[in-house]
């Protein structure tokens, strides 16, 4: 049996996938396919659910280019807020949460669906 979770609204799809959860059995296995900040949420989703990772297949829509601008979450190192930019990885973006000005990092963690964004100026901070 396969179970079709289609939505373009972000709060929808969390929804959907939330209601799918409480089916989901051992052994069930995860295709999640959209754009990478899409992606990266539902996985998100998912593994703060107790899906370990094995059982998710990602395919991103979009062409892997970390020079594009594009959404990416990013988690303020300082605050721990996760925020929506429009962004490069390597590019600035200010933090909501701390408004704290943060350059985005290439390491990206599955479980926050999230790059790491921190201060520029951090190792010169007192
Ligand atoms: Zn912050």
Do not use: K
């Not at 593994?47 to 020079?67: L, S, Y």
């Not at 599955?110 to 520029?120: H, T």
Request: glycine content about 8%.
């Amino acid at each position: 049996m396969t179970t079709v979770v289609q939505f373009t609204d972000e709060t929808d799809g969390f929804d959907a996938v939330a209601s799918v959860l409480t089916l989901a059995r051992c052994g069930w296995r995860f295709i999640v396919v959209g754009t990478e900040a899409n992606v990266g949420r539902i996985t998100s989703q998912l593994i703060g659910a107790g899906v370990i990772e094995g059982e998710i297949t990602v395919v991103v829509t979009e062409p892997p280019d970390i020079r594009a601008q594009r959404i990416r979450d990013v988690f303020c190192a300082h605050c721990h807020t996760v925020a929506e930019a429009t962004v490069a990885v390597d590019g600035m973006v200010e933090c909501p949460g701390c408004a704290a000005p943060l350059i985005v990092y290439h390491h990206y963690s599955r479980r926050q669906g999230a790059y790491l964004g921190f201060r520029a100026d951090s190792e010169d901070m007192q």
